[in-house]
Structure formats: structure tokens, C-alpha cells
């Protein structure tokens, strides 16, 4: 089993090896590739030392599995080289989301329509996927009609640079900036570029990913993404209107029966998500639960996960993990 991880030397790049060691993931030999400036380098997994290679060479090995992790003109360019070859891509970039013919897969929710001929799978966004985990189950039972979602999202989503540029404010040090406005002490209502109807993509990307990875198109999304001084995960304020009533006790038991959502909900002891509850987690967490009482069939939720593991790289070693457990792809 050749395995190769694109963008190994990035933020998701390291998770992901770092969830590859947590989770004893099966590989025989393994390929570390990053940029041009960091080709020869050396990185050390699992007390071995691997040179980065170049993606070209990487693309020649044949590999059965590669995590790409480099962004989406890379992707773009690479992926269909690698798939050539016979190698399954699961892709972190937003490139091959939205292509009809590529699979967006979270696998607790929707690993089941992957197939054997599947060559470039989607990775969702990481704001789409801990949204998509607390309200897949209750899609199931309620069928949503309008969902509202304010997120908070760490600067780890933007990178290396946006921490850097972080502390660097905070410790008064002028530095390179990744955002147009200071993110310390600030909350920047700006993620990604703006588009004609005055939306971002992020928030874009919200309500297109999360019709296509519950297969239906009429449910209403409306997304405001915000870029908050935090560490360690995204969080989301969740309005959501469903065709059918609920009972809030049954919404709990929905909730903490889904495989990898852990519910977080006792407000009179203060318990409640957070991002430094979150770090370094995989799972997603949700707490504030709550009936809407400005209109019927209506439920506020605050959900919270590290968008660098079940956000990025953990849902990708999982779709690996998939593809292999069901006999999706063989060495």
C-alpha cells in the first residue's frame, strides 16, 4: 500500500499525519511531497526520517492513496495526473467540490454512495462538515427547510501565516499580514473573496456543499462567515427550521446516537462547545440546545470542532479508511 500525502509540510498536511499515526493507518511505504522550496528537506513520522519529494516524482509512483493538502490550483493541475495512474486523491481543496462527477463525501453521513471507480474525492469544507454532522441525523427524522448559520472561525483555516500574523499583533510585532484588517482584539466578517451577490465563497461554499452532501437541493441555507483571534476550532450558531415539530428530548437522543458528535448541552453547571474543549479533538460537539420561540419547528444550536482534524485532515484519513474497510481500493 503506497501512500502519499501532498502538502505534507502545511497546518493540514502535519494533522493529517499526525491523525495517520493516531489512527495506525495501514501503508506500506509512505510519500511526503510539499512545494518546490521545501523539496529535500527532511521530516520526521514515527521515528523515520522521509526526504520531501517533488509532486511530479510523486505523481510516477503509482501510489493507491494520496491526500492532497496544497491548494486548489494544485490540485486542479495534479489530481487528474495522479488518478491517471490509478491512484485514489482525496482532495482538501475546494476544487473538485462542486463537480458533478466527483463524490463530496463525509463518511458517517454519506460514505455509502462512494464506488471502486471513484479516482478524486472531495473533502468538504471544514465550516460545511461539523454543520453537516449534527444536523444529518436530524435531516433523517424532521427534514429540514431553512437553515441560518453564523460561524467564528480560527485562524488556523487561513494557515501558518494567519497564526503567525496573530501573534504577532498580539505581541506588537509588525510582521506579514494575511488579512486586509488586524485579527487580534477584531472579528473580521471576511472570509475568502466577495462575490457579485455580496456573499463570500466560504459562505458559498456552505450552502452548495451541504445540499450536495445530503442530497437535497431545496433545502434554504444562508451562511455569514467570520474570521474570530481564536485557536483550536470554528463555531457555528445553527438556526434551523424543519418541515415536521421536534421534541427536544428526542433531539438529544438524535444527537448523541450520531457516531462522532458528542453533545454538550448543561447551561446551569456552564457547559457548553468551545475551541479550547475542541483542539486536537475529531469529533464534533454541540451544546445550547434549543426551540426557537420566535416560530414553530425552529431550533438554535451552537456547534464547535477543530477545523484542522474532523474540519480537514481527520475526514480525509476517514474517507481512506472507508475506501479500504470496504474493499474500495486494494494494494
Partial sequence: MKTVVVGATGLVGQEILKVMEERNFPYDDLYLVASGRNVGKEIEYKGRRYTIMGIEEASNLAADIAIFSAGGGTSLEWAP?????????????SAWR????????????????????????????????????????????????????????????????????????????????????????????HIDVFLDNGYTKEEMKMVNETRKILGDESIGVTATTVRVPTIGGHSEAVNVEFHSDFDLEEVHELLEGMP????????????????????????????????????????????????????????????????????????
Fill in 81 to 93: 495526473r495522479f488518478a491517471e495512474k490509478g491512484t485514489i486523491v482525496i482532495d482538501n481543496s
Fill in 260 to 331: 462522532g458528535v458528542i453533545v454538550m448541552d448543561d447551561v446551569k453547571n456552564n457547559i457548553y462547545p468551545m475551541p479550547i474543549h475542541t483542539q486536537g479533538k475529531d469529533e464534533v460537539f454541540v451544546g445550547r440546545i434549543r426551540r426557537d420561540e420566535s416560530q414553530p419547528r425552529t431550533l438554535n444550536l451552537w456547534i464547535v470542532a477543530d477545523n484542522l482534524r474532523k474540519g480537514a485532515a481527520t475526514n480525509a484519513v476517514q474517507i481512506a479508511e472507508y475506501m479500504m474497510e470496504h474493499s474500495l481500493v486494494t494494494p
Fill in 98 to 189: 462542486m463537480d458533478p462527477s466527483k463524490r463530496l463525501i463525509v463518511p458517517e453521513i454519506n460514505g455509502h454512495v462512494l464506488r471502486i471507480d471513484d479516482r478524486i474525492i472531495a473533502n468538504p469544507n471544514c465550516s460545511t462538515i461539523q454543520m453537516v454532522m449534527v444536523l444529518a441525523p436530524l435531516h433523517v427524522r424532521y427534514k429540514m427547510k431553512r437553515i441560518v448559520v453564523s460561524t467564528y472561525q480560527s485562524v488556523t483555516g487561513t494557515g501558518k501565516d494567519a497564526v503567525q500574523q496573530l501573534m504577532d499583533e498580539r505581541q506588537g510585532i509588525s510582521g506579514n499580514k494575511v488579512y486586509p484588517h488586524p485579527i487580534d482584539m477584531n472579528a473580521l466578517p
